[in-house]
């Protein structure tokens, strides 16, 4: 008697590796997000603690925003060169320092160094350009979808971080705050350096969606600060860098400049306790989620510029509209714009990711680190605007309509972007 035998087949994994990748991607973001979401909690005890003025403080958040957009690009370079899990452990590092330093600050210079500059290069050198190069590197199949996935990273580290450190300021003080911030990132730390991978092949894989005989990435040779200059110097030829960046510097004034950094203080001028107004933005934070991940799947199947469009005006609008809806307790109007708000925060990112990557192919990631960076630069221009604007006029008034008439603008610059695919 015979016995026929049949071949055992191979088993494969279940969930591509890809998506382990993400998620590390995910809790990085989330980890660094963290400090992110601090500036507005935080001004008014500093205030109170050591009498700096709006403006001396809003100048540190400018010096962060400004750094965490510079970094970009030669982050985007650099991980080209070293790799992701190099350059996002030691950020995550330099953003727990600068976080852990913080409470033994005397000086507004030591603030400006501490929250300033080490967490402006710390934060700048993950956040979306990680983004960009993770699904760049590893999907090919639902590149969209998971951008908008890891843009919604930050928001989710805000909706985590915002309430509680807003409490912890309110209770312990700012400085249990900091000290807070500072384990989240360096609990993050072990989990980059043992699961995420610079290139699919590190592991004997393919990215999602790539053919099985896809021509395989290979580190970038050379200096990284070197190529991240010369891809500027490229892209800044074309018409459509200049409207991309010049859009995204108002993103940045609208978003993290103008309603991040100045919104708690602007409702508790109204009379909102500062919680309260945590746990509006907080509830951005939720919506976020939802707008950017659904930006991502639309900017797979929509035209991203004009995504773009809809995104920056209806968000003009809306800002125009902020300064009525302010009062002592939370009213109905204030929920409407809170949800609305939230949805547009940071949609705008997976449409203007798709843009690069279709307009300058394999220098998209760090030709977007450069767009991001203007966005730091206009948050940073719209930070410290605002803290003087309510120094010199007692109200923020006139904060709220310049932001609302520049996003109309930058609407009509991504109305006018014209590309061919590379």
């Not at 939720?286 to 968000?315: E, Q």
């Not at 609305?340 to 990631?365: E, H, K, M, N, S």
């Amino acid at each position: 008697m015979t016995l026929s035998t049949t071949p055992t087949p191979t088993r494969t994994p279940r969930i591509h590796r890809a998506w382990w990748v993400a998620a590390v991607a995910f809790v990085a973001i989330l980890g660094a997000a963290g400090f992110r979401a601090t500036p507005g909690v935080l001004i008014t005890p500093l205030h109170e603690e050591f009498g700096w003025s709006t403006g001396t403080i809003s100048l540190a958040v400018s010096i962060n925003l400004v750094l965490y957009g510079m970094t970009a690009p030669f982050a985007a370079a650099l991980m080209d060169r070293f790799g992701m899990r190099r350059v996002v452990s030691l950020a995550l590092l330099l953003v727990a320092v600068g976080s852990g330093l913080t409470v033994i600050m005397t000086a507004s210079w030591h603030l400006l160094l501490f929250w300033g500059v080490f967490i402006g290069l710390g934060t700048g050198s993950m956040a979306l350009v990680f983004a960009a190069t993770v699904t760049d590197r590893w999907f090919v199949r639902h590149r969209g979808l998971v951008t908008g996935i890891l843009t919604a990273a930050g928001a989710t580290g805000q909706l985590i971080f915002l309430p509680v450190l807003a409490q912890l300021a309110e209770g312990p003080g700012w400085r249990a705050a900091s000290l807070t911030v500072a384990a989240a990132a360096l609990a993050v730390v072990p989990f980059v350096w043992w699961l995420l991978r610079d290139h699919p092949e590190e592991v004997g894989t393919t990215a999602l969606g790539a053919e099985a005989d896809a021509v395989r990435t290979r580190p970038a040779a050379g200096n990284a600060a070197a190529r991240a200059l010369t891809v500027l110097r490229s892209a800044a030829r074309t018409r459509a860098f200049w409207f991309l960046a010049g859009g995204f510097a108002i993103c940045g004034m609208s978003t993290n400049g103008l309603v991040g950094t100045h919104f708690i203080p602007a409702a508790h001028d109204h009379g909102m306790a500062e919680p309260v107004a945590a746990g509006l933005l907080a509830i951005i934070g939720v919506f976020d989620i939802v707008g950017t991940v659904a930006s991502g799947w639309l900017s797979d199947k929509i035209n991203p510029k004009l995504l773009l469009g809809v995104y920056y005006g209806l968000r003009g609008l809306s800002l125009m509209l902020l300064p009525g809806l302010f009062a002592a307790t939370t009213e109905p109007s204030m929920l409407i714009f809170i949800v609305f708000y939230g949805l547009d925060w940071v949609a705008t990112v997976p449409p203007t990711v798709a843009l690069c990557r279709r307009i300058y192919g394999q220098d998209g990631a760090v030709v977007f680190g450069w767009v991001f960076a203007s966005h730091q630069v206009g948050a940073a221009i719209a930070a410290v605007g605002a803290g003087l604007t309510r120094d010199r006029l007692g109200a923020y008034d006139l904060a709220w309509y310049a932001a609302g008439a520049l996003c109309l603008l930058a609407a009509g610059m991504s109305l006018a972007i014209r590309h061919a695919r590379r």
